[in-house]
């Protein structure tokens, strides 16, 4: 497979997991209406941790441009190859929010909340406020580029374990699981500009009869803090960490 196939294949897979959890407590007439954000978080956690496992072989699942851009800003990837792997990574996660409407085609006229039909597709803050928003979408993909970067160093795994290659993307989903129950209350931490943008642009082009607005106005937040928090980490773990570079 080639490594921009599996990033598609792979964003495709979380998006579809991830956006198919709150679409699943979000709609109406679904079996898990209502059943809270402790169902979201842990869904999100268990859709990175399969997406990875999925595609890791094939292209260092990055799934996320804040990923690709942060290992690029410090060598451990070919900016040559940046914008090939983002344009994949938006593709597959457009991809999978299609799927997630295709799962849910009945639920979507019976739901009339636009906020809750949007929230199945894209992130929006709890309260305006677009300083904080960028702050808390930053400090969020901060602490999931720290992981990624910590938990993939062979320093840090049981030397001949096979620790590393069996773990570490499962370590990597309660990451994500531990950042949606710690951090993701002020924007619902997209920490993810791929996440949010190709489910974003699949709801403004699908037929949706209670949608409302995409919501572009907020779209730049979780583009432009993931990107930040993404390049800030990898220096920060290059210079703290540089045995491990």
């Known amino acids: 497979m080639s490594p921009l196939l ?14 198919g959890v709150c679409a699943n407590v979000n709609l109406k007439g679904t079996l898990g209406n209502s059943s809270g954000w402790m169902v979201i978080a842990t ?15 094939h292209s260092g699942a990055h799934l996320n441009p804040a990923v690709t851009v942060g290992l690029a800003a410090i060598g451990k990837f070919a900016w ?19 799927l997630v409407w295709l799962t ?13 039909i949007r929230g199945c597709f894209c992130t929006g803050p709890a309260i305006p406020h677009m300083v904080g928003n ?26 001949n374990s096979g620790f590393q290659e ?19 209350g002020p924007t619902g931490y997209a920490i993810n500009p791929a996440r949010d943008l190709g489910p974003r642009i699949a709801h403004a ?16 937040v979780p583009i432009v803090g993931p990107l930040i928090g993404g390049a800030v980490t990898a220096f920060f773990y290059q210079l703290v960490w540089p045995a491990s570079v």
């Open 134 to 159: 960028v702050m808390a979408e930053a400090i969020g993909t901060f602490a999931l580029m720290l992981g990624v970067l910590g938990i993939l160093t062979p320093q840090n795994l049981v030397p």
């Open 6 to 19: 599996a990033e598609v294949i792979g964003t495709a897979i979380l998006v579809l997991l991830g956006n």
């Open 43 to 57: 869904g999100w956690g268990l859709a990175v941790a399969f997406a990875v496992y999925l595609v890791n072989a």
């Open 104 to 116: 849910y085609l009945p639920h979507w006229n019976e739901t009339t909340d636009a906020g809750a």
């Open 205 to 220: 082009l699908l037929p949706i009869r209670h949608k409302g607005d995409p919501g572009w106005s907020y779209a730049w």
């Open 166 to 184: 069996g773990l570490a993307p499962a370590l990597v989903g309660l990451m994500v699981w531990s950042i949606g129950l710690s951090l993701g």
């Open 80 to 98: 040559s190859d940046v914008a090939g792997y983002v344009v994949a990574q938006i593709a597959g996660a457009t991809i999978g929010a299609g």
